[in-house]
Nanobody
Framework: QVQLVESGGGSVQAGGSLTLSCAAS????????MGWFRQAPGKEREGVAA????????YYADSVKGRFTISRDNAKNTVYLQMNSLKPEDTAMYYC?????????????????????WGQGTQVTVSS
């Protein structure tokens, strides 16, 4: 049973930084596309970033390019999302997702329906 557990959310002021973590357990796959999504109240779930654990592919949504950085530590089965220069519009519940044994691609990384496993989310609130 694959489990994804997010942590690191919190409340910050605009311009601040947070680093989210997604720890995977029960994982027997050699590689996966790991994605970060966010969902604000009343809005659709939005793909933020994705990283392929078996290579160097990384993708970002235009809304976070230059501010967010996704990274991984395969030894710890953990994916990170470093968020800098946070804006009030970044306020949302942030979710980690996994698609085992698949490369990430620009055409699918942002689609929630493409992923197989999801975490419970961690709240990020940015005040102005």
């Amino acid at each position: 049973q694959v489990q994804l557990v997010e942590s690191g959310g919190g409340s910050v002021q605009a311009g601040g930084s947070l680093t989210l973590s997604c720890a995977a357990s029960g994982y027997t796959y050699s590689s996966a596309c790991m994605g970060w999504f966010r969902q604000a109240p009343g809005k659709e779930r939005e793909g933020v970033a994705a990283i392929y654990t078996g290579g160097s592919s990384i993708y970002y949504a235009d809304s976070v390019k230059g501010r967010f950085t996704i990274s991984r530590d395969n030894a710890k089965n953990t994916v990170y999302l470093q968020m800098n220069s946070l804006k009030p519009e970044d306020t949302a519940m942030y979710y980690c997702a996994a698609k085992p044994n698949w490369y990430c691609s620009s055409g699918s990384f942002y689609k929630p329906e493409w992923y197989r496993y999801w975490g419970q989310g961690t709240q990020v609130t940015v005040s102005s």
